[in-house]
């Protein structure tokens, strides 16, 4: 059974940081890309940010390319999201989601809220 598990949300100040776990478990995803998403209230779920297994290569949304950075460390089958320069549109549920090469997203964890104060 693969579970996703997030961590690292909470309530920040305007300008200030966080960073986001997620870890997997139930089988080796080394070779899966790894992604965040997030949903505002009343807002649809939007990608933040992606990682590919092999090579690593990322990918950002533009609304927070140059702020936010994704990292992954395959040995604990986890993947993080630096978050700084956090401004109160950020505030959201994120998620993180895994998925094979090219194909969708399959894997879903349950979310961290984000709160940014302003």
């Known amino acids: 059974q693969v579970t996703l598990v997030e961590s690292g949300g909470g309530l920040v100040q305007a300008g200030g940081s966080l960073r986001l776990s997620c870890t997997a478990t139930g089988r080796d995803f080394s070779n899966y890309k790894m992604g965040w998403f997030r949903q505002a209230p009343g807002k649809d779920r939007e990608f933040v940010a992606t990682?590919?297994?092999?090579?690593?290569?990322?990918k950002y949304d533009d609304f927070v390319k140059g702020r936010f950075t994704i990292s992954r460390d395959n040995a604990k089958n986890t993947v993080y999201l630096q978050m700084n320069s956090l401004k109160p549109e950020d505030t959201a549920v994120y998620y993180c989601a895994i998925g094979y090469m090219d194909l969708e997203y399959t894997y879903w964890g349950q979310g961290t809220q984000v709160t940014v104060s302003s």
């Open positions: 990682i590919r297994g092999s090579g690593g290569s990322t």
